[in-house]
């Protein structure tokens, strides 16, 4: 028959059966799923093939011949020929003859196998285990983020680049109710203004030059799920104030279109940017920031938690050593005490990148220091040569001594003073004369 041509060809499994629940066709991607022939499966009782626990509890063919009512994406497990269980997406629909008469019903289902390993995988990427500190000022992020995870309460993230604010977004996400549905990331600082209300909203054919087609944007992608707005510090006035509107009323209208459409997302959003500055500065919409910041989590630097790196060259280590087939076992002395002195301007993404450079470069169990990058040692004699070179050496080195003390301290001003063995009057008179600011951290 043309008909089964047709529903072969389908990569989702089908079956029908009459008003008596006996298959009457079985197509090849359902035969291929579960592993019968069609002749081990006509004529049967749909009930003794799946095998489906569901269909003990109420079967959803029997519910849609009595009701009429068509289902749809309902989730179940199956049983293929071996006995193994398969978890499925399924729908229902009534089968009419010419007349218009119910004469069986239809059941579609699709393997969802793959997806769900691909949870398991990502829920395990972003498992609380993979954030890694013993350090006090973790210790209690990670309770914040137990607390905030199962709510749907709007996260801002803050902190500078590469401290993880996206791998404790991915864990909030995968330790929700929303685990399930999608977890879409947009780098706001990587799309251009006229492209960034496309890329969050959508857009309508022929709304601007180069729109050959619709398109769906994230917001719509994510329905249901959680959208992370990374570098969210970057966007301008114009899309914070659409912005600011899916997140009072869960609204929005594609780019040159007037219907407005709906999307049930949470909203977590990242900067390595001073918000509050940016709002005095009027480059950032008060009213934005402060429905962003319901919770606020701010992460440290690697610099101020060097008590971590340890524990964290040891998750490299095992990360790599899985990925690789390697058996490093080892780091030197050493080579620990110099990642524990280092600064890491790239934070826990700089170190993990030195691991995994030191572990192209091991042959054996043990990392040396001649297996760190060679930009990793700093000589001091040319640390010395570029401050001879500054205008006033004197004030150059004094200066970035007092910054490097500042930062280490987070600008605890009594505490930096009593490193320095100086008074915090003094203190305070150097970084007035110095013109020390917070920024400068980020040149040190």
């Known amino acids: 028959m043309k008909t089964d041509i047709i529903l072969d060809s389908i990569n989702d499994g089908l079956f029908t059966t009459g008003l008596d629940f006996k298959i009457t066709f079985f197509n090849k991607a359902a035969q291929e799923l579960l592993g019968y022939k069609p002749n081990e499966v006509l004529g049967k009782h749909c009930r003794s093939i799946l095998k489906c626990e569901a269909c003990k509890q109420g079967c959803a063919l029997q519910h849609t011949f009595e009701t009429g009512e068509v289902l749809a994406n309902y989730e179940a497990i199956v049983r293929n020929k071996k006995g193994e269980p398969i978890p499925i997406s399924f ?56 607390q905030v995870a199962p709510t749907d309460a709007t996260v801002l993230i803050t902190g500078e680049s590469g401290t993880g604010k996206e791998m404790i977004a991915g864990t909030i996400h995968y330790n ?49 799920g959680t959208i992370f707005l990374d570098e969210i510090g970057n966007i301008g006035l114009a899309a914070q104030a659409k912005l600011l509107r899916v997140l009072q009323d869960g609204e929005f209208e594609r780019v040159g279109e007037s219907k407005t459409r709906k999307a049930d997302v949470r909203i977590i959003a990242a900067t ?6 940016a709002v005095r500065e009027k480059r950032f919409r008060e ?14 630097p690697l610099r101020h938690r060097r008590d971590d790196i340890p524990l964290l060259v040891k998750h490299f280590v095992d990360k790599f050593n899985k990925s690789m087939g390697k058996e490093v076992v080892n780091v030197f002395p050493k080579v620990m005490e110099m990642l524990i002195k280092y600064t890491y301007p790239g934070n826990i993404r700089e170190l993990e990148n030195i691991i995994e450079h030191a572990f192209i470069r091991c042959n054996g169990n043990t990392i040396f220091p ?45 505490e930096a003073a009593s490193r320095l063995g ?16 917070k920024e400068d951290v980020a040149n040190m």
């Open 91 to 146: 729908s229902t629909a009534l089968l009419k003859g010419e007349d218009g008469k119910v004469i069986g019903g239809v059941e579609i289902f699709r393997d969802l196998s793959l997806v769900k390993n691909l949870i398991e995988q990502l829920q395990g990427k972003y498992s609380f285990d993979n954030i890694v500190g013993k350090n006090h000022g973790m210790q209690k992020i990670y309770a914040l983020i137990q």
């Open 176 to 224: 929700s109710a929303r685990r399930e549905k999608p977890f879409v990331k947009v780098d706001c600082a990587s799309l251009v203004e006229n492209l960034l209300e496309s890329e969050l909203f959508g857009h309508v054919k022929g709304a601007f030059t180069g729109a050959i087609s619709d398109k769906v944007g994230r917001f719509e992608s994510a329905d249901g």
């Open 272 to 277: 390595n940017i001073d918000l509050k500055k």
């Open 287 to 300: 009213d934005l920031f402060y429905r962003l910041k319901v919770i606020s989590i701010h992460l440290p």
């Open 370 to 414: 001649h297996h760190l990058p060679d930009d990793f040692f700093h000589d001091e004699t040319d640390f010395i040569e570029n401050i001879l070179k500054s205008k006033n050496p004197l004030d150059a080195l004094e200066r970035k001594l007092i910054l490097k003390v500042l930062d280490e301290t987070d600008w605890a001003y009594q």
């Open 422 to 437: 100086i008074s915090r009057a003094t203190l305070w008179r150097k970084i007035k004369a110095l013109a020390i600011k």
